[in-house]
């Protein structure tokens, strides 16, 4: 069964949030978070999302985003 459609508008927030399987570590060192970071920022400027907070944990990852268009993708 398919989940419902997406509510999108602009000004939305979104918790986006992605966990790795069996516990394992996303990031394994300062540099790896760094880039993930640096890949973050590419994603915003191109869809015009503005971050309102993030939290990198060792195994997963939580990011408050706002979208600005009405389109979140």
Known sequence: MARPLRIEYAGAL??????????????TNDDD??????LLKIAVDRYDWYCQAYCLMDNHYHLLIETNPSKLV
């Open 14 to 27: 979104y918790h986006v949030t992605a966990r790795v399987n069996a516990r394992a570590n996303i990031y």
């Open 33 to 38: 978070s760094q880039l993930y970071l640096s």
